[in-house]
């Protein structure tokens, strides 16, 4: 079951904050948020895992709440560098269960 | 370390016709896996494996086969191109298992006429 993510598109001007948000039907084990540039291959920033453990991103920060089946990516002090697609990946699950499947993706457009 | 790589970076095919996409990584990565990119569906598992000689079906696994014989490959065949299979695939790596940061390859893009 592919996550949803919201909202679909953002622009922002440099220095604004954005938060993008993806939800679950299903009970997750763990979240991923990558970001891709466009004609590029999508680049890791953060693992949320069950529990509580974060792996990722030094500006970039994100929640996990695993009873709402839902992760929140926060970008903060938006920085032209900052635009892209960000996709939400999830796994359900854990254990024997090695899919990870990506919502649709949130473009990211940061101006001047 | 060249990480992952993808070969061809771009191919153009005529319904019907066979070809191989290959995957490659350096980094000694036990999981590898296959992605497919369309404008607005985000990346969709093809296929993907835990380790040499296992592989697994992801949710769009209907007219490619992979095999994994090492672990630094992970070929994609398509059997008999069709044009539905126009995309951007995209290959993946990571140490363990989908819990762990994947890598990906640059990517290959694939037109079927």
């Known amino acids: 079951q592919q996550p949803v993510q919201s909202p679909q598109a953002v622009i922002l001007r440099e220095g604004e904050d954005a938060v993008i948000n993806c939800s679950s039907s299903?009970?997750?084990?763990?979240v991923h948020w990558y970001r891709q540039k466009h004609g590029e291959a999508p680049v890791f920033l953060m693992i949320l895992l069950k529990g509580g453990e974060q792996k990722g991103h030094e500006k970039i920060s994100a929640s996990f709440n695993e009873k709402k089946q839902q992760s929140s990516l926060y970008l903060t002090a938006s920085q032209l560098s900052y635009s892209g697609t960000y996709f939400c990946?999830?796994?359900?699950?854990?254990?024997?269960?090695?899919?990870?499947?990506f919502g649709k993706g949130t473009l990211l457009t940061v101006n001047p | 370390n060249a990480g992952v790589t993808q070969t061809p970076k771009f191919q153009v095919l005529k319904t019907g016709q066979s070809m191989t996409l290959q995957c490659a990584q350096d980094?000694?990565?036990?999981?590898m896996s296959w992605y497919r990119q369309d404008p607005g569906m985000g990346l969709r598992l093809i296929h993907y494996s835990v380790g040499a000689g296992i592989t697994d079906q992801g949710e769009v696994p209907n007219g490619y086969n992979v095999s994994r014989s090492t672990t630094e490959d992970f070929p994609l065949r398509l059997l008999s191109a069709a044009p539905s299979q126009t995309s951007v695939y995209f290959c993946?790596?990571?140490?363990?298992?989908?819990?762990?940061?994947?890598?990906f390859g640059p990517g290959t893009r694939l037109l079927v006429l």
């Open positions: 299903k009970a997750l084990y763990s």
């Open positions: 993946a790596s990571s140490w363990g298992t989908a819990q762990e940061t994947q890598y």
């Open positions: 980094m000694n990565h036990e999981y």
């Open positions: 990946g999830t796994e359900i699950g854990g254990g024997s269960n090695y899919k990870l499947t």
